[in-house]
Each structure stands twice: as C-alpha cells, then as structure tokens.
C-alpha cells in the first residue's frame, strides 16, 4: 500500500528524517513512535509531498508520488488528519467537513456525512457551531472526520491523543480499530502515546532522531525493555 525507502527530509540545514524504510500493508494499522523532535510529522507530510524529500522513494500502490503535488496525492486516496487539530476554525462543522469531500465532489457526501457523524455523534449535534470553538476532543474529531470524508484507502493520523483526556483517548482509538475492521482501512499513525499506539497497532516502528531505529509487531515493541522505557510512562 505504502513504502518508503532511503526518505531523507531537510529543513535548509537540519536534517529532519535520515535514510527511513517503512511499509504499511493494505488493511494494517502500522504506529510510528518517537519523542517530540524525532520527525514524526515530518514522516507524515513528506508522504504528502510538503516538504519534498531530498532524496529516496516513496510509492503508494506501486505508484511513484515522490515529490507530487499534495493535492494529486490527495487524490490518490490518501488523507491526512494533522496534529494539532489544524481544522479551519472560522468554518462550522459541516463546512469543515465538505472540505475534506471536495477531492471527491458532492455525489456521495450526505452518505459520507452520515458514516462520520455515526461515528462520532459529538458531530452530528454541533454540525453548525464553529470548528475553532469545539473542545480539544471534538476539534480532533472533526480532523479525523474531516480526513475521511474524502474515502481514502491510506488514513494519516497525526497524534490524535495529544492533550486529550484518557477516556476520550480511549474513544478516539476505538474509532480508529473500528474502521479498520469493518472497512479495511489502513491507517499510519503517529503517536507520542506508545501504549495505546502500540497496543492498537498490527506493527510498529521507533523514530529516534530522523531515524527507524527499530521495528515490530505492536506487542513484540511493547514487551521491549528499552522501549517500556523510553516512550511509556514509569518504565
Ligand atoms: P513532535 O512530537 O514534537 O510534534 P515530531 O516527531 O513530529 O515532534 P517534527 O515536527 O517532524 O517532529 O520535527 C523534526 C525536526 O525538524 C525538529 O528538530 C524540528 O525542530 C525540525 N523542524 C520541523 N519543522 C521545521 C521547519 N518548518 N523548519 C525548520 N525545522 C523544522
């Protein structure tokens, strides 16, 4: 579905992500773990072309996408759901929502309204109320949401527990396993939160300063004494 091979990423001088290999099969959930400043969101928007690696290949169904435009990417059926919350908060909800289906037109976006709001009913109750007024966990909401109404096959998430609260985190995680389950999505996540990520995860890769420096099944990373005790909270 998804493989990188020899990715290097600069910003001018700095060197954000060396030499990193991974491959995400269809239909896995794959984590990427890493401290702040390892390169994990760099990891995610260099796959959608912003900013372009200096040098390796990315290809996505066998297809090349180095270095292509973002919004051609996009169209390839891959979405990304940024960290941060990067919603537009002027925007209400829907409007939020209708531009994540614009890759794909307005043919199917009341049925694709519908899945999101299903699964996450916080939604559907404030499709009118202003993206940059919803809580922590519903603007997280919305950026999942909005990432899947434009029907990827490829699902990016980026951080999706930051600052949230335990349960919501639970909630959020929940959704993810869902989907892939009933629908098959493959989903590469980012997460600074290992325990969830890895418990959640088919497999995993550790980022440590711009570089894969180890990789795994989900519960292979977790039973890792040196993993347990660099990303999990007491070790
Ligand atoms: P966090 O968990 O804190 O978000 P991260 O693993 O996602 O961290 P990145 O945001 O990818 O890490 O950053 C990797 C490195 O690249 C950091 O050293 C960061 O300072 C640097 N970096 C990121 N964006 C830029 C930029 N636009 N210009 C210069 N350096 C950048």
Same mark, same amino acid.
């Given at each position: 579905? =998804?493989?990188?091979?020899?990715v290097?990423t600069a910003?001018?001088?700095?060197?954000a992500l060396?030499?990193?290999?991974?491959?995400?099969?269809?239909?896995?959930i794959?984590?990427?773990?890493?401290a702040?400043?390892?390169g994990?969101?760099t990891?995610?928007?260099?796959i #959608?072309?912003s900013?372009?690696?200096l040098?390796?290949?990315?290809? /996505?169904?066998g297809?090349?996408i180095t270095?292509?435009?973002? /919004?051609l990417?996009?169209?390839?059926?891959?979405? /990304?759901?940024?960290?941060?919350?990067?919603?537009?908060p002027?925007? *209400?909800?829907l409007?939020?929502?209708?531009?994540?289906?614009?890759?794909?037109? !307005? @043919?199917?976006f009341?049925?694709?309204?519908?899945r999101? #709001?299903? =699964?996450?009913?916080r939604?559907r109750?404030?499709?009118?109320?202003?993206?940059?007024?919803?809580?922590g966990?519903?603007?997280q909401? =919305? $950026?999942i949401?909005r990432?899947?109404?434009?029907?990827?096959?490829?699902?990016?998430?980026?951080e999706?527990?930051?600052?949230? @609260?335990?349960?919501?985190v639970?909630?959020?995680?929940? $959704?993810?396993?869902?989907?892939?389950? *009933? !629908?098959?999505? !493959?989903?590469?996540?980012?997460e600074?939160n290992?325990? /969830?990520?890895?418990?959640l @995860?088919?497999?995993?890769?550790?980022?440590?300063n711009?570089?894969? !420096?180890?990789?795994?099944?989900?519960?292979?990373l977790l039973?890792?004494?040196?993993?347990?005790?660099?990303?999990l909270?007491?070790g």
């Open positions: 579905m =998804l493989s990188l091979s020899g290097t910003y001018g001088s700095i060197v060396r030499d990193v290999s991974l491959e995400v099969m269809p239909g896995e794959v984590t990427l773990i890493g702040n400043g390892a994990k969101s990891l995610m928007m260099t #959608c072309g900013p372009a690696p040098s390796g290949r990315i290809l /996505h169904a297809e090349d270095g292509m435009p973002t /919004h990417i996009m169209r390839r059926g891959i979405a /990304h759901a940024p960290e941060g919350r990067r919603i537009f002027r925007m *209400t909800v409007e939020n929502l209708r531009m994540g289906a614009e890759v794909l037109g !307005t @043919a199917t009341e049925e694709d309204l519908e999101v #709001c299903t =699964l996450f009913p939604l109750e404030r499709l009118g109320q202003r993206g940059g007024t919803l809580s966990g519903e603007q909401m =919305l $950026a949401g990432a899947l109404m434009s029907r990827p096959r490829l699902l990016l998430l980026d999706p527990s930051l600052g949230l @609260a335990p349960m919501l639970r909630q959020i995680f929940a $959704a993810i396993r869902e989907l892939n389950r *009933t !629908t098959g999505l !493959t989903v590469l996540l980012v600074q290992a325990w /969830h990520a890895l418990r @995860a088919h497999r995993g890769y550790v980022l440590v711009g570089r894969i !420096t180890m990789s795994g099944t989900g519960a292979e039973a890792r004494p040196d993993v347990r005790a660099a990303y909270e007491g």
